[in-house]
């Protein structure tokens, strides 16, 4: 069962674009992670929220909590090649689960 | 090394061969993951250690899969009799914390297996 959807599952889009990755769950979780990762690596940690309604930026990055706590969503303005990678959501319960789950992807593909 | 190593790197074998991954922790980590990632899609968490802890292996998929962490540090993921459907990228990861402290996770490159 897979606790975390993401959406889209694939996006390409022309550099300097904007777009927005959505990562929602039926189940509440106490914090949130987002993670890139580029062909042959592992996942690279971009930002962790933790409060719902929390908004974070990283440069061109804006990630935003739900209220709720069992959505996120990343934004990413003016989108430049680099940017190109899977984007990871991954949750942890607050039900003492010990183990993080992370969603199903969003592989972004920006074009120059 | 300074981040988290896994060995081999690349793994192909026969169906029905048992094969051995190895990950070695960035020193000091008390947490310990192994995630499985088919065709570059999500990760499916496989097996948790933490210190000493009984580790949580709830998310092995069957009795042919087996991981341990051998004083603390060095874990081994062991897959008997592999099967065409357990061919994937095996992504090992430590952290400082458990995930209830939100500890960042940092991966390895991952062990693409290969079974033919």
């Known amino acids: 069962t897979q606790l975390l959807e993401q959406s889209p599952q694939f996006l390409s889009i022309q550099e300097g674009e904007n777009l927005t990755v959505y990562c929602n769950s039926s189940?509440?979780?106490?914090?949130l992670q987002w993670y890139r990762q580029e062909p042959g690596e592992g996942p690279v940690l971009l930002v962790t929220v933790v409060t719902g309604g929390e908004v974070k930026k990283l440069k061109r990055l804006t990630f935003q909590f739900g209220d709720a706590r069992k959505d996120s969503s990343l934004h990413i303005t003016a989108a430049q090649t680099g940017d190109t990678g899977l984007y990871l959501c991954a949750g942890v319960r607050n039900t003492g689960f010990q183990k993080l789950v992370f969603g199903t992807g969003t592989r972004l593909l920006v074009s120059p | 090394g300074a981040g988290v190593s896994q060995s081999p790197s690349n793994k192909v074998t026969e169906k029905g061969k048992d094969v051995e991954l190895r990950c070695d922790p960035i020193?000091?980590?008390?947490?310990l993951y192994w995630y499985r990632q088919s065709l570059g899609q999500g990760l499916e968490f496989l097996i948790y250690f933490q210190g000493n802890s009984a580790p949580d292996k709830s998310g092995l998929p069957s009795d042919r899969f087996s991981a341990e962490r051998t004083g603390g540090s060095v874990s081994t993921l062991t897959i008997q009799r592999t099967q065409q459907e357990d061919s994937a990228v095996y992504l090992c990861a430590s952290s400082l914390f458990g995930p209830k402290n939100t500890g960042e996770l940092f991966f390895g490159e991952g062990s693409r297996l290969t079974v033919l």
């Open positions: 020193s000091g980590h008390t947490a």
């Open positions: 189940s509440v979780f106490s914090s």
